[in-house]
């Protein structure tokens, strides 16, 4: 009995050790991820981007039902939200290749994904990877961690 009590905490600990070291989704978690995972990954992301435009409408709804904003207010913020999310026509392989693209950088690999979504969105919109702007941006999503 002893023995199967020191297996699995021994199984435990290594479990937790492992899941803790996937937990960090940076530069190197993504080269780790075969090029399926990656894509089920943006592709979830967007859908979960997608769910919020819903869920803030239906926010922004309630605070105009209940005299807190008006609709005025209501269409600015639901526009300024899309307006940043607009990802345009581009499929969701070619953001993986943005992103295996800004991985390949070792000085990107620190960037977290969900920061490295930002980049990868603002490029999408037209802002250049050189740009001043985007070069502070990386700076400082390099530094985060």
């Known amino acids: ?59 922004l709804s309630n605070l105009k039902k209940n005299g807190v904003i008006n609709q005025n207010v209501a269409d600015a913020v639901f526009q300024k939200w899309t307006a940043y999310t607009d990802i345009g026509s581009i499929t969701i392989g070619e953001i993986v290749d943005k992103i295996d693209n800004l991985y ?19 490029n999408i919109q037209g802002l250049s990877l050189s740009n001043d702007v985007m070069q502070q941006l990386l700076q400082s999503f390099r530094q985060k961690r």
């Open 104 to 122: 390949s950088d070792t000085q990107n690999q620190p960037i977290m994904i969900s920061d490295m979504m930002t980049i990868v969105v603002l």
């Open 1 to 59: 009995m002893r023995k199967i009590f020191i297996a699995v905490v021994i199984f435990a600990v290594l479990f937790l050790n492992f899941s803790n070291a996937q937990s960090t989704r940076d530069g190197k978690w993504w080269n780790g991820l075969d090029k399926n995972a990656k894509i089920f990954f943006v592709a979830g992301f967007w859908n979960g981007v997608t769910w919020g435009d819903d869920v803030l409408k239906d926010a």
